[in-house]
């Protein structure tokens, strides 16, 4: 069991297999791209499959594949096919802004994908273009009426919660109301540089909004849940919301989560510099055991929490230890 020195077991990796992107949020990319990993420096597929094997052995029980956007990623499905193959029982998760959700959601279901995370910060066409500097808009849309027909599925639509967001409070609810989903407001994460189109909101500013708007009723969570969980009566219709407020109202005490980007690195924590190589490791054939020992040595050195400081009125924050990055080279 992947356990840090604060007691807390690690049972969830998200993967991100790639740093490429079909959009370019302004929340998640500076204004002038980032610099593409080389070819040679991202895993392979067979060396994803390990790497995934050798958590799975040591505890974890949940998947999720991020980018960047990783339906862009060639041999996607043969990765989660792979894992589903041997291990059926493991939770097979994405996380997607849908542009390409309609070529691969037959085969995603097909191999065990059963949770899916659709990024969707506006319901209005001329905003969605200005925020991610493409014109999907209708096809995201249409990807996300078809996904919504499965009753089988988790599935979970996520904005940014941003300015422009709260303007937008009713078009989201009277678009979702009623929905086989819940919608969910994520708390930017200080990893671009703020300006007027990405200002930080606090949760607690859209908790009292929503309170406006509807019966709001807060429901219990596990211990390990990030998301503040709402039953919603809006215009007598039924909403499941969430809200994530890593930054206002830190989780990292439950925290229960590795990530290992597309480059191979194990991150115990967003906002450390710390990384620990696994990419080498694989690809010096050094054995499994050793490995093991090294990722559990990486998870001992965890922090208690984040690092991230907010002014008074929690409406600037920064990270103290992490330098200004993309999202899309450290998996959403």
């Known amino acids: 069991m992947l356990t840090d020195n604060f007691l807390r077991k690690h049972t969830y990796l998200r993967v991100?297999?790639?740093?490429?992107?079909?959009?370019?949020?302004?929340?998640?990319?500076?204004?002038?791209?980032?610099?593409?990993?080389?070819?040679?420096?991202?895993?392979?597929?067979?060396?994803?499959?390990?790497?995934?094997?050798?958590?799975?052995?040591?505890?974890?029980?949940?998947?999720?594949?991020?980018?960047?956007?990783?339906?862009?990623?060639?041999?996607?499905?043969?990765?989660?096919?792979?894992?589903?193959?041997?291990?059926?029982?493991?939770?097979?998760?994405?996380?997607?802004?849908?542009?390409?959700?309609?070529?691969?959601?037959?085969?995603?279901?097909?191999?065990?994908?059963?949770?899916?995370?659709?990024?969707?910060?506006?319901?209005?066409?001329?905003?969605?273009?200005?925020?991610?500097?493409?014109?999907?808009?209708?096809?995201?849309?249409?990807?996300?009426?078809?996904?919504?027909?499965?009753?089988?599925?988790?599935i979970k639509i996520n904005a940014v919660l941003l300015r422009e967001t709260l303007s937008e409070i009713d078009d989201f609810l009277d678009y979702f109301a009623g929905k086989n989903i819940t919608l969910r407001f994520i708390e930017r994460m200080p990893v671009t540089e703020q300006d007027s189109s990405n200002e930080f909101v606090p949760a607690d500013e859209l908790i009292e909004l929503l309170k406006a708007k509807g019966e709001l009723v807060r429901k219990e969570t596990e211990k390990s849940d990030v998301s503040q969980r709402f039953e919603m009566i809006y215009k007598q219709k039924f909403l499941k919301i969430g809200i994530i407020p890593p930054v206002t109202h830190k989780f990292c005490s439950s925290c229960n989560r590795l990530r290992l980007t597309s480059e191979g690195q194990l991150m115990t924590c967003l906002h450390s510099q710390a990384k620990y190589n696994l990419r080498d490791l694989i690809r010096s054939n050094v054995c499994e055991e050793d490995i093991m020992n090294y990722i559990s040595s990486a998870v001992k050195e965890k922090w208690s929490g984040h690092k991230i400081e907010c002014t008074a009125d929690n409406k600037g924050c920064r990270s103290l230890t992490a330098t200004t990055r993309a999202m899309s080279k450290i998996g959403g």
């Not at 040591?58 to 096919?81: N, Q, S, Y």
């Open 16 to 154: 991100s297999v790639t740093d490429r992107c079909n959009l370019r949020c302004r929340y998640c990319m500076p204004p002038d791209g980032i610099e593409l990993l080389p070819h040679d420096e991202i895993l392979r597929n067979e060396e994803f499959e390990k790497i995934i094997e050798i958590f799975i052995k040591m505890g974890v029980k949940k998947i999720r594949f991020t980018g960047g956007e990783p339906l862009v990623r060639k041999g996607l499905v043969d990765i989660i096919a792979s894992i589903h193959k041997a291990h059926p029982d493991i939770t097979l998760c994405l996380t997607t802004n849908g542009v390409l959700l309609d070529e691969f959601m037959e085969e995603l279901k097909s191999h065990g994908v059963s949770k899916f995370n659709i990024s969707l910060d506006t319901l209005n066409r001329e905003r969605f273009m200005e925020l991610t500097g493409r014109d999907y808009f209708d096809r995201v849309l249409s990807n996300i009426e078809k996904i919504m027909q499965e009753d089988s599925l988790d």
